[in-house]
């Protein structure tokens, strides 16, 4: 059984995927023209974004179409222990999360395409019909 999602044309359509990677400080999203042509080519024309302005080290990508897109090579620029002293290299962790399906995290912030119910009033939900 393959699943599938509502498109927003009201269709079922194949799942979209999108991935989160947070860095240690100091690394960040590496621009187009320090990318060697090779890596390029395996990234794609796939868009990557920091999550948040203030936060360079956390870069996200998605939603994409999950069969187009079953792997993600992330760019990513390391900073310079030559020019800052408190970089020391292979002594950092580095969190990867992946999300398949709807309700991915928008760079914005903005709530995803789901349909999102807000309660308008404080209660405990007893019975859903």
């Given amino acids: 059984m393959q699943l599938k999602q509502v498109l927003a044309i009201s269709k079922r359509g194949a799942l979209n995927v999108g991935a989160v990677l947070i860095l240690p400080e100091g690394f960040e999203?590496?621009?187009p023209h320090l990318i060697p042509p090779q890596?390029?080519?395996k990234i794609g024309n796939l868009s990557f974004q920091n999550y948040h302005p203030n936060q360079k080290n956390i870069?996200?990508?998605g939603p994409v179409p999950s069969k187009k897109y079953s792997e993600v090579t992330f760019p990513i620029l390391?900073?310079?222990p030559?020019?800052?002293e408190d970089i020391?290299?292979?002594k950092y962790p580095i969190y990867?999360?992946?999300k398949k399906g709807r309700g991915q995290?928008?760079?914005d912030r903005s709530k995803s395409n789901n349909t999102v119910y807000n309660a308008i009033a404080l209660g405990i939900v007893s019975k859903i019909i």
Wanted: charged share 10%; proline share 12%.
């Fill in 105 to 107: 995290i928008y760079p």
């Fill in 82 to 84: 030559t020019t800052n």
């Fill in 39 to 41: 890596k390029k080519e």
């Fill in 96 to 98: 990867v999360g992946g």
């Fill in 29 to 31: 999203l590496a621009p």
């Fill in 88 to 90: 020391h290299f292979l």
């Fill in 59 to 61: 870069i996200v990508i």
């Fill in 78 to 80: 390391s900073p310079n």
